[in-house]
């Protein structure tokens, strides 16, 4: 039998968010409309509950378009039964970028991967966990860093994983991809991407390599990637004043890539790790020659070397080009420090707990 939509809504209205075991973000939601957008198993949903927490039940509506007890009939009388019932707060979680609420005094909560422009709503990205927030998901003293660090590198930034059993690691990181991926089509490209990780091709490179093993249209490959990096799934970071030249890839989480390959590349993983954190405070990022990292506003570059010695950074140094308008090189390491200036550069050479850790870059 058929359910009427507003009893479909009515059950809907009946869910509550309990006490969560939540750990603190640095995401906050604020009491306007917003879009909630990013990457699959970032935390989005989560935050959404911890802010419904500060309601009581009847003051809000959670509704998943992807739950299967939902149909368009019950969507289209939405509306109404916001009013009907005098709602606060209407998360829609999943959201496809139609607009169902017309109700201006309830507040609406849009969560979904990529961001849908609307001029009612402000964006607001949630990355997965950085650094710091995984301290804080780890409990860790400050004695016990390193020890952290090293589970960082192993179990990546998604809540999901990290909390998870460690040993089911690699089954839970293929479990998600496939999981999160409508079809094996984008599941087949984002796995390819992942492979790639610090690694320069075009596109067109791309394209041809994967359409070699499995049927894939031009038009479906482009549409794939484009939504992946809306949603920040993936990177593609420019050769600094080469932009036809070929873009690096990197993922959302450096720790994706071994739970799908066999074929180790600790170095590659490591930029990625590090380009997450200087996503959080800079827009426009290149690689150029040696320097993994280059952004120009600042004449800064960054260096990823995990295994490093004052011997090997100066060797490194001597063969970087002489027209690179440079004022300072971070050299991110996995254990040493120093300072030094090289023929008027500035060299600093940390640590990445203690530069990650650092209020600013």
């Given at each position: 039998?058929t359910?009427?939509?507003?009893?479909?809504?009515?059950?809907?209205?009946?869910?509550?968010?309990?006490?969560?075991d939540?750990?603190?973000?640095?995401?906050?939601?604020?009491?306007?409309?917003?879009?909630?957008?990013?990457?699959?198993?970032?935390?989005?949903?989560?935050?959404?509950?911890?802010?419904?927490?500060?309601?009581?039940?009847?003051?809000?509506?959670?509704?998943?378009?992807?739950?299967?007890?939902?149909?368009?009939?019950?969507?289209?009388?939405?509306?109404?039964?916001?009013?009907?019932?005098?709602?606060?707060?209407?998360?829609?979680?999943?959201?496809?970028?139609?607009?169902?609420?017309?109700?201006?005094?309830?507040?609406?909560?849009?969560?979904?991967?990529?961001?849908?422009?609307d001029?009612?709503?402000?964006?607001?990205?949630?990355?997965?966990?950085?650094?710091?927030?995984?301290?804080?998901f780890?409990?860790?003293?400050?004695?016990?860093?390193?020890?952290t660090?090293?589970?960082?590198?192993?179990?990546?930034?998604?809540?999901?994983?990290?909390?998870?059993?460690?040993?089911?690691?690699?089954?839970?990181?293929?479990?998600?991809i496939?999981?999160?991926?409508?079809?094996?089509?984008?599941?087949a490209?984002?796995?390819?991407?992942?492979?790639?990780?610090?690694?320069?091709?075009?596109?067109?490179?791309?394209?041809?390599?994967?359409?070699?093993?499995?049927?894939?249209s031009?038009?479906?490959?482009?549409?794939?990637?484009?939504?992946?990096?809306?949603?920040?799934?993936?990177?593609?970071?420019?050769?600094?004043?080469?932009?036809?030249?070929?873009?690096?890839?990197?993922?959302?989480?450096?720790?994706?890539?071994?739970?799908?390959?066999?074929?180790?590349?600790?170095?590659?993983?490591?930029?990625?790790?590090?380009?997450?954190?200087?996503?959080k405070?800079?827009n426009?990022?290149?690689?150029?020659?040696?320097?993994?990292?280059?952004m120009?506003?600042?004449?800064?570059?960054?260096?990823?070397?995990?295994?490093s010695?004052?011997?090997?950074?100066?060797?490194?140094?001597?063969?970087?080009?002489?027209?690179?308008?440079?004022?300072?090189?971070?050299?991110?390491?996995?254990?040493?420090?120093?300072?030094?200036?090289?023929?008027?550069?500035?060299?600093?050479?940390?640590?990445?707990?203690?530069?990650?850790l650092?209020?600013?870059?």
């Open positions: 039998m359910r009427i939509p507003m009893e479909i809504l009515e059950n809907l209205y009946t869910f509550e968010v309990k006490k969560l939540f750990v603190e973000r640095k995401i906050e939601i604020p009491h306007k409309n917003i879009n909630l957008f990013g990457p699959p198993q970032s935390g989005k949903s989560y935050i959404a509950f911890d802010f419904l927490a500060g309601f009581h039940a009847r003051e809000y509506l959670y509704i998943d378009l992807k739950d299967m007890r939902l149909n368009d009939t019950a969507l289209l009388e939405l509306d109404a039964f916001v009013i009907q019932n005098a709602m606060e707060v209407i998360i829609i979680d999943n959201w496809d970028g139609i607009e169902r609420i017309h109700n201006a005094s309830a507040q609406k909560i849009y969560i979904s991967r990529e961001p849908y422009p001029a009612s709503l402000d964006l607001l990205y949630v990355p997965p966990l950085d650094f710091e927030e995984y301290i804080l780890e409990h860790t003293q400050a004695s016990q860093i390193t020890h660090f090293n589970n960082f590198i192993k179990f990546g930034t998604i809540p999901r994983i990290v909390r998870a059993n460690h040993e089911l690691k690699n089954h839970m990181i293929q479990e998600m496939r999981e999160i991926f409508a079809n094996e089509t984008q599941q490209i984002f796995v390819y991407l992942l492979k790639s990780v610090g690694l320069a091709f075009s596109l067109h490179q791309i394209f041809q390599k994967l359409k070699t093993g499995m049927k894939l031009k038009d479906t490959f482009y549409k794939t990637v484009d939504t992946f990096i809306k949603s920040r799934m993936v990177y593609f970071i420019p050769k600094y004043n080469q932009p036809n030249a070929a873009k690096k890839i990197y993922a959302y989480d450096f720790a994706l890539r071994d739970g799908i390959t066999f074929d180790k590349n600790f170095a590659n993983v490591y930029e990625n790790m590090i380009l997450i954190e200087l996503m405070y800079f426009r990022i290149y690689y150029i020659g040696l320097i993994d990292f280059f120009p506003e600042e004449r800064l570059g960054i260096i990823a070397m995990p295994f010695s004052r011997t090997a950074i100066t060797t490194l140094l001597g063969r970087m080009p002489k027209e690179i308008e440079i004022n300072r090189i971070e050299i991110i390491t996995m254990g040493y420090e120093e300072t030094f200036d090289y023929k008027g550069i500035t060299i600093e050479v940390l640590p990445y707990w203690t530069w990650a650092k209020d600013e870059k």
